[in-house]
């Protein structure tokens, strides 16, 4: 048997030794906590910090990506370091829904606040362009001839694409096109002459379009009762358009344009051949300084030598001068007019033929030498 000290020593507890080892525990949790909070806080701030320096790329954020499918792309680009990591700084600092889609030119080295500040503000790269000019009274295949030899379309493609019956979007007039068989060009007369800044990727399906909306837009700005016009002149906006065409290819003087297209108006009420040489010429390969009597032969519905009223369609794109001219005609009793041979352009105006035959002797007196 043991004495009452030996049992009393046998089951001391060995306090010390006990607190010792629940030190080091907490220490050692303590110490893995505060290393794994580290290492979390160095991923963090790793994945956060801006990637290594290097050439700008351009990137695309597209309509109606979200932003975190952006970060994958910012991050294959090189753009940023963690996608995942850069996705939960977005969610944090509530960044995201005011980033503007387009192509942005970002640079490797950028912070995250330089980052989404470009995103937030839509500083986007500006694509490169193309700018063309396309003269009051050119027609569709002088229109292609230009287009192509900028090196912009193919010729015989972009005017194919003009004798197509197609709709094109986000235009009216054009839809006032007649289907008729006689037509040389269908979309002669409706791309409107102006000078065009697109787009360097435009395709000639976005050239046409655009001249085709300028056309609209120029219309617009006519009075409000333009339309009203067709209806009191008993034309068609095709019809308007084609002698706004013939407006224009045959004056230069804006002041003339309404006499002479109240002398088309004439000619057309009196059931006259319209006679207007720039029909003829439409119709050869080349202009031509003077008619021949065998060029005012030619068998089309484009000559008003031989046929009565107005050619099928435009001949030319006409200014908003000649359109005007055209719905808001002078009123006169003028039937004929000849151009001034003294170099000024203008012409010289009557009511007969016979007034109008001793205003072409004058004209050939006033010839310049």
Do not use: C
């Amino acid at each position: 048997m043991h004495s009452s000290e030996e049992q009393s020593a046998q089951y001391r507890p060995a306090g010390p030794r006990r607190g010792r080892i629940t030190f080091w525990v907490i220490t050692t949790i303590i110490g893995l906590m505060v290393i794994s909070v580290g290492s979390v806080y160095l991923y963090i701030w790793n994945g956060l910090r801006p990637a290594s320096s290097g050439d700008a790329v351009q990137v695309e954020l597209k309509k109606g990506a979200s932003p975190f499918e952006f970060a994958e792309v910012l991050k294959e680009q090189g753009v940023i370091r963690n996608a995942f990591i850069f996705k939960y700084y977005l969610r944090y600092k509530h960044e995201g829904p005011k980033f503007q889609a387009g192509v942005y030119e970002l640079k490797p080295g950028m912070t995250k606040e330089e980052i989404i500040a470009k995103l937030n503000a839509g500083e986007t790269k500006k694509e490169e362009t193309i700018r063309f000019t396309i003269p009051e009274g050119f027609t569709v295949e002088q229109i292609a001839d230009t287009l192509s030899k900028a090196g912009y379309v193919d010729k015989a493609a972009f005017i194919a694409l003009t004798d197509k019956d197609q709709v094109w979007s986000d235009v009216d007039e054009v839809k006032n096109i007649p289907k008729d068989a006689k037509l040389r060009h269908r979309l002669e007369g409706y791309l409107f002459p102006e000078t065009y800044e697109m787009v360097k990727s435009s395709k000639p399906e976005d050239i046409i379009t655009r001249m085709l909306q300028e056309l609209d837009h120029k219309l617009d700005t006519l009075p409000d009762n333009w339309e009203e016009s067709l209806t009191e002149h008993d034309i068609s906006m095709h019809e308007m358009l084609t002698i706004a065409s013939l407006v224009e290819r045959e004056v230069v003087i804006d002041e003339e344009r309404p006499i002479v297209a109240g002398i088309i108006y004439n000619r057309l009420k009196k059931g006259m051949p319209l006679q207007i040489d720039a029909t003829v010429q439409y119709l050869l390969d080349k202009q031509k300084e003077r008619l021949l009597l065998t060029d005012l032969d030619v068998d089309s519905p484009y000559n008003t030598y031989k046929v009565k009223g107005l050619p099928p369609g435009p001949i030319a794109s006409p200014s908003i001068k000649s359109i005007d001219a055209a719905l808001f005609p002078k009123q006169t009793d003028y039937y004929y007019y000849v151009t001034k041979k003294d170099g000024s352009h203008e012409h010289l105006f009557a009511e007969t033929l016979k007034e109008h035959n001793r205003n072409i002797e004058k004209s050939n007196e006033t010839a310049k030498q």
